[in-house]
């Protein structure tokens, strides 16, 4: 306590206060008796006094750094509520992108689209700059064997399963292919999992494709087994006529040519068969260019899905064409993935409320058992959202392409299973786009009944009516689009005509209700350019060849012209 405290001191009670310098004085040398610093006052201190000192910058130069990359991306940031009586009330505040605002933003830019609509060009005849773009062509080598033709003696057969889905499948038999002609060995499918999305139209067949390299050209010739016991007898024979008898390797995933030379062709040569079950991402993307180009071979030339599946198919794509007769045949397909299970999934939240949360639990319960419920696990859907993990919604897709410059007489394909609340979450798409089609629509329930239950078979349907759009809108990524953007690259000179959009620019836009409809405008076409500029890609070592197919599959257009002449008809094989 002060002496000139107005409490006063009992013991000096009767005494005046003492002369200011004798106070001063007193203070220099009261040691703890002067005024005490706060604990911020001797934070601030610290800092200050460690700053100014070299090492002490160095030392918290990363803390620095960190801190401010926080506040930068919105981890760690405060909105001021109110100041009250001297003191600040602070709420955390949710960093941008991380809510799901699109309804508000949609209510905020429809008029500006209706007024936008039907004044516009054709989009969709020059949506793509192809000025820019150098012309590829295919030029894989192969040679068709004509009737009765002898190949040299082959070392044995090479039995896969072909597993997964429809795209895992295609995987798994492209690179098998690529392996049995490694190995000049015959390959056997005697199993394909869940459906018959290859099945030729004789009915059960197992396929027995022959496959052999010569010098830069490959041959492919096929036959088809209603049974094991018309398989080659002499082989069979040791194994007890069971094909489950024969020994199944167990092979890394991404194993190297080397290795199926040096581990799997000594077993092949001894033993005459060899099995591996099952087989799928066994074959490393990074591989020498002849056996890449027997991938290519099997990938864009020989493989088809079955007769059943593309005649229902090639009517789905007239009957899209007919419909776009207003912009020349053109159309948009888009991989809408709003499934139950992908929101599910993806631990992102939308605008269902309690009732989405508890519908996702149960859903996230039934088809991953106990995964989200381990301990430690975080959910945390505002952090997907920003990072661009969350599948786009139908409102969300049409809301870019209008903004892309696609108008309501665009004709739109949507490939996709069951959407989740499909009454709720479609309508402002078909509001957006009312020339929408789905599987559904475009085919009837008579033609579509042989399909139902057969997820595969529905997603061939939906591969091949993507597959001839003038554009094609990936969402959420996995096989499905990356199969298909390389066999668009196949197809249309290199460039895949996709829209790959950046999703975490579209959560910060989706989430600014005040967004002017120029300023949104100007940034989604600003990814279709980006799209644009991507669909001629090379590539690299490390990617997919059935995404990227140049320049191992396909030449430059003054290369292909003289690579076409070796060229032949298509082999066709229904595995």
Known sequence: MHGYSRLGNPRAAGSPPSSPRCRHGRNKNAGGRGPKQSIVEKVVVLLISVVFKRRGVLLFAPLLYISGMLLYMGSVSFDVVSLKN????????????SLYRSPQVFQKLWPYMQAESNHTHNFLMTVWNSKVHQVWKPCISKDTPKEGTALPQSNGLFII?????????????CDAVAVAGLLNATLLIPIFHLNSVWRDSRGKCWPLLRVYVKRDSMILKRS????????????????????????????????????????????????????????????AHAVPSNVQRLRCLANFEALRF??????????????????????????????????EDMVAFSCCEYDGGEEEKREMDIARERGWRGKFRRRGRVIRPGANRVDGKCPLTPLEVGMMLRGMGFDNTTSVYIAAGKIYKAEKYMAPLKQMFP??????????AEELAPFQGHLSRLAALDYTVCLHSEVFVTTQGGNFPH?????????????????????????????????????????????????????VELKKPSASLYTFPMPDCMCKEAEARNENSNMTNKTDFNT
């Open 306 to 339: 079955s007769n059943s599946i593309r005649i229902l198919a090639d009517k789905m794509v007239d009957r899209m064409i007919k419909s776009s007769s207003h912009s020349g045949g053109k159309y948009v397909s888009v991989h809408l993935r709003f499934e």
């Open 435 to 444: 020339r929408l089609e789905m599987k559904d629509t475009l085919a009837t």
């Open 483 to 535: 199969f298909l953007m390389g066999h668009r690259r196949y197809l249309y000179g290199g460039h895949s005509k996709t829209i790959n959009p950046d999703k975490r620019k579209l959560a910060l836009l989706f989430d600014n209700p005040s967004i002017r409809w120029e300023d949104f405008k100007r940034q989604v076409q600003d990814m279709l350019r980006h799209s644009d500029q991507k669909g």
């Open 161 to 173: 399963e072909a597993n997964g889905g429809l795209n895992q499948q295609r995987l798994s038999i």
């Open 86 to 97: 001297a003191v600040v009330v602070v709420r955390k505040r949710s960093p941008p992108g």
């Open 224 to 283: 088809c087994f209603d049974n094991a016991r018309e398989l080659p007898g002499d082989i069979l024979e040791r194994f007890d006529n069971n094909i489950s008898n024969i020994v199944n390797l167990r092979v890394k995933g991404w194993s190297s040519p080397a290795y199926y030379l040096q581990k799997v062709l000594p077993k092949l040569e001894k033993m005459g068969a060899v099995r591996i079950a099952p087989f799928s991402n066994r074959l």
